[in-house]
């Protein structure tokens, strides 16, 4: 008998709006527009021939059929997801590896020949996020983020691969120099939606204070807010392992000085793990060695509280 199965694309996005309560965070998770999860929910509301939610786009509220609907369909997309995994685990060289976006475009997706060299029978399936918290951990083998000590969650272990440094970045065409704190007011100031206090982060451990600003501009990605500071449109914090290529390459020119921001980044996986997640991991840590830190001139050593 055929399935009678409504979009399976409205579906997912639905159960993100639901669980979350708003469409800007089930877009992010689901790497879309907020438009895109509201057309989605729109194709099944009309194939169930009624409205999931009411009230306002900025303050949906579920209406009784969806309150009915999520849980319902939470526990099918969670019964998929570990039927997948479960077929992806089968092998013990297929490994899912999550990480931040920006962390996959800029350090991670350069070093992949490498890895694919040294280690062709590893399959690795790149799950990326803006941001990667508890919740999303049981959906990889391995996560890299940034946390700071004692943050580990249970029941996983973390390997340690770098300290994260923060430091401004310019243009190496920028016009007007900046040769101290003073001069950043001459600049806007970028910096990333899930790391909107770097700018204070980096004062603070810099022990600067920083000059009114005169414009800030917000960007979604990390590597969206660099590619704007290598187009001289501001001035941006960045972490170094993130903007070290650029710098190397002369896109980038660091004006003033890194400082450790008080996180450093941890592969983390499952105790007892299968041999393409220790080889994984292993690959990582010895990559993360190899990294070159800011050189003595261009780091401040002080450190965040």
Known sequence: MKRKLPPLNAVVAFEAAARHGRLTRAATELSVTPGAISRQVKNLEEWLSCPLFEGSKNNPVLTDTGRVLLPQLGVALDQIEAATHAVLQRSSHT?????????????????????????????????????????????????????????????????????????????????????????????????AANRADAWSQWAAASQLTLPPVVHQQVYEHYYLALEAAQKGLGICVAPWHLAADDLTSGRLVAPLQFVRSGFHYVALSRPNARAGVIQLCAWLEQQAGAQAEPTPQQRRESRIA
């Open 95 to 191: 490994v899912v590896l999550a990480c931040y976006n920006t962390f996959a475009a800029k350090w991670l997706l350069p070093r992949l020949p490498m890895l694919h060299r040294q280690h062709p029978q590893l399959d690795v399936h790149l799950a990326t996020r803006v941001d990667v918290d508890d919740a999303q951990l049981p959906r990889a083998d391995v996560v890299i983020r940034a946390q700071a000590a004692g943050q580990t969650p249970p029941s996983w272990l973390a390997t340690v691969l770098f300290d994260e440094w923060l430091g401004p970045v310019i243009s190496a065409q920028a016009g007007m120099p900046v040769g101290g704190v003073q001069d950043l007011a001459a600049w806007p100031r970028l910096s």
